[in-house]
């Protein structure tokens, strides 16, 4: 019972606990899904939600340059042709990384 007491106290003083844990993309580089349940300030519709690699705002920079959009409206109601359709491309840009929380720091952060 004591190794057992032992282990856990040295389990817990020296264990991450994971806050956030940022989404996987098993076998694909997409996933589709509500965007409300990958970020909660984004609207509750069908995304197509997608790992960039890139920069922050290079995104923003092909869109506003391959549909010549001068800056205005960049990321709302682009239109483009698909099929002989026009539909009409949104997006909204948000990082979800992992956090985690060092206990033992929380627990001496808390006694003082």
């Known amino acids: 019972?004591?190794?057992l007491l032992a282990i856990a106290v040295v389990f817990s003083f020296?264990?991450?606990i994971p806050v956030k844990i940022a989404p996987r993309f098993?076998?694909?580089?997409?996933?589709i899904m509500l965007a409300k349940?990958?970020?909660?300030d984004m609207p509750r519709e069908t995304s197509f939600i997608f790992k960039d690699s890139k920069e922050a705002e290079e995104f923003?920079?092909?869109?506003?340059k391959k549909h010549q959009l001068n800056h205005v409206d960049v990321g709302y109601n682009?239109?483009?042709q698909l099929k002989n359709e026009t539909l009409y491309l949104s997006y909204h840009e948000a990082e979800r990384t992992d956090e985690k929380v060092n206990l033992?720091?929380?627990v001496i952060d808390a006694k003082w």
Do not use: E, R
């Not at 098993?26 to 996933?31: L, R, S, W």
């Not at 349940?37 to 909660?40: C, E, L, Q, T, V």
């Open 1 to 3: 019972m004591k190794k």
């Open 14 to 16: 020296t264990s991450c």
């Open 26 to 31: 098993k076998n694909q580089d997409y996933k």
């Open 37 to 40: 349940k990958f970020h909660k």
């Open 60 to 64: 923003y920079n092909y869109i506003n």
């Open 78 to 80: 682009v239109p483009f």
């Open 104 to 106: 033992p720091f929380a």
